[in-house]
């Protein structure tokens, strides 16, 4: 399968703990999104990288939210210091810089208790 | 603004034809898109429509795109019971900044048999 991958798929966390989420676009893919989706809403842009550069930021991506890709390939979401509110689906997606069209991986169910 | 309207739910009985509707604001959009998401799951890229268009069919699927009145259609021919999800319409952001992209709530479509 040379789909986006996502792990975990499902997280259950207490409040004030962190969380680190990993994405794995399609391979020949150069630029990464990240999206938060909550409960009957529909996607909200979070971030993206074109290789290893984060080029845009969301305010919705507070300071307690860091993302990377550090080789260009994989990326990853980590939450520090969760809230309730932080409980969400995060979506990954990729595509090919100059071909607009984004793949989206079958994300990860954040709870926190 | 960026904002991308749908109504949300369409209910609809097994053969008929399905149509949803999405507005949106951004004249400078280059691409619209229409996702499905099933539950629980990532979205599946259904279609898209370049902006200089009026008009894209792809099997069942048809896309007319009304530039003057920024608004977006999918309609759904012969509509199955598997076709049931919830369906997502999506602009590209302002001026084609990285692409990302601009969801509207959704359109919860349910098919009876």
């Known amino acids: 399968d040379t789909g986006v991958s996502q792990d975990p798929r499902h997280k259950i966390t207490k409040r004030g703990q962190n969380v680190t989420f990993r994405c794995d676009p399609i391979s020949e893919h150069n630029r990464l999104y990240w999206y938060r989706q909550t409960l009957g809403q529909g996607p909200e842009f979070l971030t993206y990288f074109q290789n290893e550069a984060q080029l845009e930021k969301s305010r919705l991506l507070s300071d307690r939210f860091s993302a990377e890709r550090p080789k260009g390939s994989f990326s990853t979401l980590e939450i520090q210091r969760t809230e309730q509110g932080d409980s969400a689906m995060y979506l990954c997606a990729s595509s090919l810089a100059g071909r607009d069209t984004q793949y989206f991986g079958p994300g990860t169910r954040l709870t926190v208790l | ?113």
Not at chain 2, 53 to 66: A, G, I
Request: with cysteine; aromatic share 10%.
């Open chain 2, 1 to 113: 603004g960026e904002d991308v309207e749908q109504s949300l739910f369409l209910s609809v009985r097994e053969g008929d034809s399905s149509v949803i509707n999405c507005t949106y604001t951004d004249s400078s959009s280059t691409y619209l898109y229409w996702y499905k998401q099933e539950p629980g799951a990532g979205l599946q890229l259904l279609t898209y429509i370049f902006s200089n268009m009026d008009m894209k069919q792809d099997q069942r699927l048809t896309v007319l795109l009304n530039k003057k009145d920024k608004h977006l259609s999918l309609r759904i021919a012969d509509t199955q019971t598997g076709d049931s999800a919830i369906y997502f319409c999506a602009e590209t952001g302002p001026y084609n900044q990285g692409g990302k992209l601009i969801f509207g709530q959704g359109t919860e479509l349910s098919v009876k048999p």
